[in-house]
């Protein structure tokens, strides 16, 4: 299934639903609100309240609470409860990340990161926000940077989980663009810390879908493109991480996992980062990130509000 957190225009409820036949459909007002309005408690109910939902999409005409993607603005699929960043989990990124000539970049001295196991940060959940969200340019920053990752969504609580046991306690996954203020970041990362740099609001676009893991027939086989107002800019494959997500599910596990959380896998290179004269983003841009089976995400750069 294609699980979808979405608001209706015409009457500003947010309910939870399922993408089908180019449709978006209100499960709850299906279900007679039997099937709660919030994906998290959704996912935190478990195996029964994902397979109620199965049922009524199925039986669904596609008239009857449907709606098509003009009449809906997507929320993230599910709020997480953590958001936990893999760090330069691509080899290629990583070599890139060596290249960088800002000064607090060669300071933090990326040729002395090690892979003894996998390493990253938690994002805050508040900087989630749902595929065509326009993201304001903070103030703080004149170095606004994209990442294609793809977002491991737990589907079941776990701690010390083995690495071929993993992969039962996700639900699935969805398309993470990681919006980035450069200068911050390499600031923050000179410092040994990282917060704002990576968790600034509208930050963590997620989505279109959460899709179930039921649908994808090779988790670490799918291609992953980003596009920069229609240039590709990334272009790689889940293949190529250095620790696959079942490994990732597994060390990360060594702290509680509950349902909603979400890992990221890394991002491929291509950044702008890594460009010999980077040209940042700029309000009028617009990010739109494929990956294999999890659809297309979608994200505009708009002009700041104040």
Excluded at 71 to 88: A, N
Excluded at 203 to 224: A, K, R
Aim: charged share 25%; glycine share 8%.
């Amino acid at each position: 299934m294609k699980l979808t957190t979405f608001v209706i225009k015409a009457t500003g409820d947010k309910t939870i639903g399922v993408f089908k036949d180019e449709m978006f459909l209100d499960i709850v007002a299906l279900s007679d609100g039997t099937v709660p309005a919030n994906m998290q408690v959704v996912l935190e109910l478990g195996a029964d309240a994902l397979a109620q939902i199965g049922e009524i999409a199925a039986a669904a005409d596609g008239t009857s609470h449907a709606y098509s993607a003009d009449e809906v603005e997507l929320q993230s699929p599910v709020r997480p409860g953590k958001i936990i960043h893999t760090s330069c989990n691509f080899d290629a990124h990583l070599e890139e990340l060596e290249g960088w000539e800002a000064k607090e970049w060669k300071e933090h001295g990326w040729d002395q990161f090690h892979f003894e196991h996998p390493t990253g940060f938690l994002e805050a959940p508040s900087c989630a926000v749902g595929s065509g969200v326009g993201i304001e340019i903070p103030r703080f920053t004149e170095q606004l940077d994209f990442e294609i990752e793809v977002g491991i969504v737990i589907g079941k609580e776990c701690k010390n989980v083995s690495v071929e046991e993993a992969m039962e306690h996700v639900v699935g996954l969805m398309i993470f663009n990681d919006v980035s203020a450069r200068d911050i970041q390499a600031r923050e990362h000179a410092n040994n810390v990282i917060l704002l740099g990576k968790s600034f609001d509208g930050s963590c676009p997620f989505g279109p879908y959460l899709v179930t893991l039921d649908e994808l027939e090779d988790v670490n086989n799918l291609e992953m493109k980003l596009y920069l107002n229609g240039e590709l800019r990334q272009d790689s494959n889940t293949r190529n991480t250095h620790y696959n997500m079942a490994e990732l599910v597994s060390w990360w596990s060594n702290m509680t996992l509950e349902p909603g959380d979400v890992i990221t896998t890394g991002s491929p290179p291509g950044v702008i980062s890594g460009m010999k004269d980077p040209v940042w983003m700029k309000p009028g841009d617009l990010i739109e990130c494929h990956v294999e089976g999890l659809g297309c995400l979608v994200t505009p750069i708009v002009e700041s509000a104040s």
